[in-house]
């Protein structure tokens, strides 16, 4: 099955830096990948995803960027602000008709004053 | 329009009882998740249910993990008897269709501690 790693586990950057958090997945045939924000105590919500056939998506302060030859792709949030702290979940699926996301492990992200 | 509701939002028993968790979800949403997700990890799908119809359910301990979800709206996950490992976050999540487009909507979640 897909296995999808996600590094850092723990960033910290200063207010309105920038921040980059990257994943790596294993089945070469995901071709949809959802980046998921859970702030402390609350549910995941989708924030950005990219299909297999773009190679970088924005959304006015972030972006993913993704690279089919390596099997990883990244979330780039530009301008960080105190409410940009939260867990960040990266995921992967097969797509068609197969909906099952595979979550990579987390990364906390505190963004400081 | 309403989010996806469980309840009971906290719960804690000893090791060898039995509970279980009820999930609504958003209104027209044929394609249901259970989700489990241990503290410092994502969340790891159990099962998947298309309308009453199960289409993924791999990665449910079947020993001790039942989950069901008649007339294909609410559904309920129980575990029958709990296990200290069991503790975790049970999400909920439910989408209009099993298409990769279609954008999964979580619940608040159950947060189970097994003592």
């Known amino acids: 099955g897909e296995n999808v790693e996600q590094h850092p586990s723990t960033l910290s950057v200063q207010e309105g830096d920038s921040a980059v958090i990257k994943c790596t997945y294993s089945?070469?045939?995901?071709?949809?990948f959802p980046w998921y924000k859970q702030e402390l105590g609350k549910r995941p919500q989708l924030i950005i995803d990219i299909r297999s056939n773009v190679g970088e998506k924005k959304d006015q302060r972030i972006a993913v960027t993704l690279n089919k030859t390596a099997k990883h792709f990244s979330l780039h949030i530009t301008e960080t602000q105190p409410e940009d702290s939260a867990v960040y979940f990266c995921?992967?699926?097969?797509?068609?008709?197969?909906?099952?996301?595979?979550f990579g492990t987390g990364t906390r992200l505190q963004v400081t004053l | 329009e309403a989010g996806v509701a469980q309840s009971p939002r906290y719960k804690i028993i000893e090791k060898r009882q039995s509970v279980a968790f009820w999930c609504n979800p958003i209104s027209g949403h044929a394609t249901l998740y259970w989700y489990q997700q241990i503290l410092g990890q994502g969340p790891k799908l159990l099962i998947q249910?298309?309308?009453?119809?199960?289409?993924?359910d791999s990665q449910l301990p079947k020993d001790r993990f039942s989950a069901e979800r008649l007339k294909g709206v609410d559904s309920t996950l129980k575990i029958q008897p709990a296990k200290l490992e069991d503790s975790a976050v049970y999400l909920c999540?439910?989408?209009?269709?099993?298409?990769?487009?279609?954008?999964?909507?979580f619940g608040p979640g159950t947060r189970l501690t097994v003592l």
């Open positions: 249910f298309q309308n009453n119809g199960v289409v993924d």
């Open positions: 999540a439910s989408s209009l269709g099993d298409r990769w487009y279609n954008e999964q909507f």
């Open positions: 089945d070469s045939a995901s071709n949809y």
């Open positions: 995921a992967a699926t097969l797509g068609g008709t197969a909906s099952k996301l595979t």
